[in-house]
């Protein structure tokens, strides 16, 4: 049985998350800014919350004194940003506040949490940062995942003198079903998400760390 703390427990892809973790045998600690729903999410899973806002330096700080002292796992899901409308009819505001947004809870949530929860994690441990969507071109979701992966590269060197592992998820272009090999109905996205996040912190993939895994249901990732 291993510690993790999961943020975004108030999504529900961070929900399936956490699930997946639960069932495989791990100690599980929910986080996220929207008390009722995490209270739910926990409840229904069945493990302990945290409520902060990791997008939030102040909230953070606010609850350090909760966190668990030791970790071997952090999971940062993103935040639903909930409706951006049609970016085509932005106004210039409008679209700031977009990028802003998008920014906030995928890249500084992740850089803000690791920050705070770093030096809880044992040797070891593992870090995993969710990209929850796939992100067309040209979309602020596509340039935010593109410096995750990039954030994520670099802080895995820093965290590799301590034996643990940092790697990026990201939902990638789909494969179309029906073709050889495919099934005709494939896993959600979440499942697959939750099963390559449980994979990346098993001794099987100490040897993975720096990288950006796509689940594209085996399309290739060039694609995603």
Do not use: C
């Amino acid at each position: 049985m291993t510690d993790v703390l999961l943020t975004g427990g108030d999504t529900e892809l961070g929900r399936t998350i956490a699930q997946g973790f639960r069932d495989a045998g791990h100690q599980v600690v929910i986080a996220g800014a929207r008390r009722d729903d995490l209270e739910v999410a926990a409840k229904e899973l069945d493990v302990e919350s945290l409520v902060f806002d990791n997008t939030d330096a102040a909230s953070l700080e606010q609850a350090r004194a909760q966190f668990p002292h030791h970790l071997d796992t952090i999971v940062n899901v993103p935040a639903h940003l909930g409706d951006k409308g049609d970016p085509r009819t932005h106004t210039l505001t409008e679209r700031a506040a977009a990028w802003r947004a998008a920014m906030d809870a995928t890249v500084l949530s992740a850089v803000l949490t690791v920050q705070i929860l770093g030096d809880h994690l044992r040797s070891g441990g593992s870090i995993v940062n969710v990209v929850a969507d796939n992100a067309t071109e040209g979309s602020p979701e596509a340039a935010i995942k593109a410096a995750l992966s990039n954030w994520t590269a670099g802080q895995a060197t820093h965290f590799g003198i301590r034996g643990i592992t940092m790697n990026a998820v990201a939902s990638g272009r789909g494969a179309e079903p029906g073709y050889d090999g495919i099934p005709r109905t494939s896993p959600s996205v979440a499942a697959e998400i939750t099963r390559l996040a449980l994979f990346l912190t098993t001794p099987a993939a100490r040897h993975i760390t720096g990288q950006t895994l796509h689940v594209s249901h085996g399309a290739l990732a060039t694609f995603a």
